[in-house]
């Protein structure tokens, strides 16, 4: 189990990268978020994103519950092990490291 620190820190931090996930990646993320996403344009699944996890760090800052936990958890479970983020960027450090 993760402290809270270390949730906030972790859910601030893969917000800065939500740009770099793909639209089915994105479409997944919303589904775990609880976000309808039926026809809906990529710049409204990131901003409804946005706001979902925003909303959650600022309720979990105050007084940490239940839900909010719940949704950076699976904000940060979805990013670092659902979508493909973590894999492309391994490859592209490999791409830019010397032999």
């Not at 809270?4 to 800065?16: F, H, N, Q, R, V």
């Not at 609880?34 to 925003?54: A, F, G």
């Amino acid at each position: 189990m993760s402290t809270p620190e270390s949730l906030l820190e972790d859910a601030s931090y893969l917000i800065k990268k939500l740009s770099a996930l793909q639209g089915d990646e994105l479409r997944s993320l919303c589904r775990d978020l609880e976000i309808p996403v039926k026809n809906m344009p990529t710049h409204d699944m990131v901003e409804q994103i946005l706001d979902t996890v925003n909303g959650a760090i600022q309720s979990y800052r105050k007084t940490p519950k239940r839900e909010s936990e719940r949704i950076l958890s699976a904000f940060r479970y979805n990013i670092l092990v659902k979508s493909g983020f973590v894999v492309r960027y391994l490859d592209r450090l490999k791409r830019t490291m010397p032999d």
